[in-house]
C-alpha cells in the first residue's frame, strides 16, 4: 500500500484511473465494432505511455513517497496486508453471480458481433458492462497489491490451451491465473540472489508470451 494512504483512496483511485484508461483505449480500438486484438495492442500502447508519466510523476516526488510508489507500482505481494486482501474478497463475493452471468454474453461475443447479435445479445451494452465488472475487479487487486502485468493476459490462452473444451473457460482461467502468479512469486522469492517484486518476473515471462503472440498471428496475416 502506498504510503500514508488508505484502502478506500488508494481502491478509488484505481477504480477512477482504469475506468479513464478504459474509455480512451475503447474509443482508439473501436472501428465499427471491437476486436480482441486490437484492443489488446491499443491497450498495451497506452499502458506504455501511462508508465512514462509515471515515471514523470515519480521524478518530481519526494524520493520517500517515489520509492514508496515504484515499489508499489511494480507489483508486489510482500507489501501486502489481510487488511488490504478482506475488502476485496468481500466484494468478489458479491460480484461473483455478475462474473457468472458475464461468462454466457463471452461466448457469444467470441463468434463476432454479427453473431451475437444474431442471438439476441445486446453488443455494445453487454461489452460495456462487462468492461465496466473486469475494471472494478481489476482495481481491487490493484488497489491491494499494485499492478502485477500479463497475469490476465496469459491465463485465459493457457487455461483455453490445457482445456479440451471450446471458447475460454471462466473458471479454469482464475485457476490458471492464480497459479501463475503463486509460481512466479515463488521465482521472484527464491530464484534471484535478492527476493524482488512479484510484478519483474511477470512482466519477464509475460513480455516472452506476449512476443510470441505477435510471431503467431503475424504467420496468420
Known amino acids: 500500500m502506498l504510503l500514508g494512504t488508505s484502502v478506500v483512496t488508494t481502491t478509488a483511485g484505481a477504480l477512477l484511473g482504469g475506468l479513464a484508461t478504459a474509455v480512451v483505449v475503447y474509443l482508439l480500438a473501436y472501428r465499427r465494432g471491437v476486436q480482441g486484438f486490437r484492443l489488446i495492442v ?3 500502447g497506452v499502458t506504455a505511455m501511462l508508465h512514462a508519466l509515471n515515471t514523470w510523476l515519480l521524478l518530481r516526488a519526494q524520493e520517500e513517497v517515489a520509492m514508496g510508489a515504484a ?3 511494480t507489483g508486489s505481494l510482500s507489501l501486502t496486508s489481510w487488511a488490504d486482501v478482506v475488502p476485496a474478497v468481500a466484494v468478489l463475493l458479491v460480484t461473483a453471480p455478475l462474473v457468472l452471468w458475464a461468462s454466457r454474453p463471452l461466448r457469444q461475443l467470441e463468434l463476432g458481433d454479427d453473431a451475437a447479435a444474431a442471438h439476441g445479445v445486446r453488443v455494445e451494452p453487454t461489452r460495456l458492462a462487462i468492461i465496466g465488472l ?3 475487479l481489476t482495481a481491487l487487486v490493484t488497489a491491494a497489491t499494485g499492478p502485477i502485468a500479463f ?3 496469459a491465463a485465459p490462452q493457457v487455461a483455453r490451451r490445457l482445456g479440451a473444451g471450446a ?3 471462466l473458471v479454469p482461467s482464475a485457476l490458471t491465473g492464480a497459479f501463475l502468479l503463486l ?3 515463488l521465482l521472484a522469492q527464491y530464484v534471484p540472489a535478492q527476493p524482488v517484486p512479484v510484478g519483474v518476473v511477470t512482466v519477464v515471462l509475460g513480455g516472452v508470451y506476449l ?5 503467431r498471428e503475424a504467420r496468420r496475416a
Open 183 to 185: 509460481g512466479a512469486d
Open 71 to 73: 515499489i508499489w507500482g
Open 134 to 136: 473486469g475494471i472494478l
Open 42 to 44: 491499443v491497450g498495451i
Open 151 to 153: 497475469v490476465a493476459l
Open 211 to 215: 512476443l510470441g503472440v505477435l510471431v
Open 167 to 169: 471458447g475460454i473457460p
